[in-house]
């Protein structure tokens, strides 16, 4: 079987580019335990509303980045599910604002072409909606005077998991297999994360290279707002705002945001709170950051992590772009997507 791929009932092996449809939430609720999840998966109230819904496969989520355990970067394993074009709009969630890509188990959904496929256990629901938005919350975890523990994919995402080894040959090869990556891709990220690897051992750079150097770093107000057209910096321009842990007032710029670097596109949202996956506590971001739309982490540099997760700018690394026709007006947009050349 494919890494990340279980011979339970209603496995269905999907692969990115399959139409499929999500089951009715009576379904859905039939293969739940009494905590709303599947192998440790909460399905969430956000999930609802895509009930009976058409989706393309985006990818299969048979790996996943640990964002939880602090200290070390890892991979860990999520079998038999799919990542769809749907995201967390945090709405039982305390109004979350990170627009977590949502984790899909393959039990949820039926291809929409088929009529073969099992349907969930025929069983009475150990759940119901009400459950799912029960459990959203920890009990009694806000008489601390911090406000509730809430619990979600992210948050469970060690419980709905497994540990993996980042040398283990099958999860690159489902990559392939599954469409996540053609097979350039995966050569070209794993010897990039081989090459940092042993950089690092050597206190060498690592690639993409970056380094700031300020003890104290700036900032700059442009209150951006949804919609607008802006351009993002150069890297060289970024790095002279970084500190020496390539921070800008506490919010770090990643390697995987390089490739957005040059590039016009536009505002997404202006995030404010977001869930601490580590803690479940909702945290109040101080400062500006701006979320820029499609502008996602592709993990090119962190061995293909599908997740897609969003990250944070500070608006000291934007600006407006000059008026067409103006002197020193910005050049033509880039295409967010295209890798940076070594």
């Known amino acids: 079987m494919p890494f990340g791929v279980t011979k339970r009932r209603g496995v269905l092996r999907l692969r990115v580019g399959e139409v499929v449809v999500v089951r009715s939430a009576e379904e859905i609720l039939a293969t739940l335990d009494a905590d709303g999840r599947l192998d440790g998966m909460p399905f969430m109230p956000e999930m609802l509303p895509f009930c009976g819904q058409e989706f393309t496969v985006l990818k299969r989520a048979h790996k996943a980045c640990d964002t939880i355990t602090r200290g070390i970067w890892r991979l860990r394993r999520v079998d038999d599910a799919v990542h769809l074009s749907t995201r967390c709009d945090g709405a039982a969630h305390g109004g979350c604002e990170a627009a977590c890509m949502l984790f899909w188990k393959e039990a949820w959904l039926k291809r929409a072409a088929s009529k073969d496929d099992a349907p969930p256990p025929d069983r009475t629901p150990a759940c119901s909606a009400a459950t799912l938005v029960e459990r959203t919350q920890v009990v009694g975890t806000d008489a601390d005077g ?40 995966t050569l070209k990220a794993c010897s990039i994360y081989a090459l940092n690897t042993l950089q690092q051992k050597r206190k060498g750079r690592s690639f993409p290279h970056f380094q700031g150097s300020l003890q104290q770093t700036p900032r700059e107000r442009l209150d951006l707002q949804a919609g607008e057209l802006i351009q993002v910096k150069t890297l060289r321009e970024i790095e002279a705002t970084l500190d020496v842990k390539d921070k800008n007032r506490g919010l770090s710029f990643d390697a995987e945001m390089v490739p957005y670097c040059g590039s016009q596109v536009r505002v997404q949202q202006r995030v404010a709170k977001i869930i601490n996956e580590a803690s479940g506590k909702m945290m109040r971001l101080p400062g500006d950051c701006i979320m820029l739309e499609g502008a996602i982490c592709e993990s090119r540099y962190h061995l293909m992590c599908p997740r897609g997760i969003f990250p944070y700018w500070r608006e000291v690394w934007l600006s407006r772009p000059a008026p067409t026709g103006e002197a020193g007006a910005a050049p033509p947009a880039a295409t967010p997507s295209r890798p940076i050349e070594s």
Not at 151 to 162: I, W
Not at 171 to 179: E, L, R, T
């Open 146 to 185: 911090k406000g509730p523990t809430y619990a979600c994919q992210a948050t469970e995402l060690l419980n709905a998991s497994h540990p993996m080894s980042l040398w283990d040959v099958r999860a690159y090869v489902a990559d392939i297999w599954s469409g996540n990556a053609t097979l350039w891709q």
